[in-house]
Each structure stands twice: as C-alpha cells, then as structure tokens.
C-alpha cells in the first residue's frame, strides 16, 4: 500500500534537518533510525521525525518536498513548531 508523505528529521530541537518524500513512512523513517539509509541523515544522526504530511499521490508529496527545500531555516522550523511544539519524536504516532 502506497502512502505518499513528506517528512522531516532532526538529530535535536532546533538542530540539522534534513526533508525527505516517500511512499512508506514507517519503513523509511525505520530505515533511517538504524543507519540503513547511507549519506546525510546517517552522517549526521538525523533519527527524530520531528513533521510529516501525508499526501494523495506521490507528485504532489514531491512537489512539496521541492518546495520545502526552498524554505529558509526559521520557516521550517516555524512549520514543524506549530503542530510539534516540543519537537518530540513522532515515530510512535506514524507505527
């Protein structure tokens, strides 16, 4: 079952970001928590899913994705503080 969401990760509050697109959210965020996802978020620790969004199709999860990447720092961070005040990990909720 396909399930289109963008997502961000965190290693802290307020720390490195990183935005991600995918078509299964737990897997890929369970991918990331155990280093299995080579590059930036392993390099950095970036294990907290801090804000996802769930989207109909995968072009417009991708779309946004693009989007967010363009947004300067205090927007994305503004964006995961209104709905993740206090940036908790919410992996629980997605499983």
Do not use: C
Request: aromatic share 12%.
């Amino acid at each position: 079952m396909r399930n289109p969401s963008v997502y961000i990760l965190t290693n802290n509050p307020k720390g490195t970001l990183y935005i991600g697109v995918t078509s299964n959210l737990v897997q890929r965020v369970w991918q990331h928590k155990n280093n299995l996802v080579a590059g930036f978020t392993k390099q950095y620790g970036l294990h907290r899913l801090v804000w996802y969004e769930a989207h109909e199709t995968m072009e417009s999860a991708i779309t946004r994705e693009k989007a967010l990447k363009k947004w300067n720092r205090a927007w994305k961070i503004e964006l995961i503080e209104k709905v993740n005040p206090n940036w908790t990990d919410l992996y629980d909720e997605v499983i």
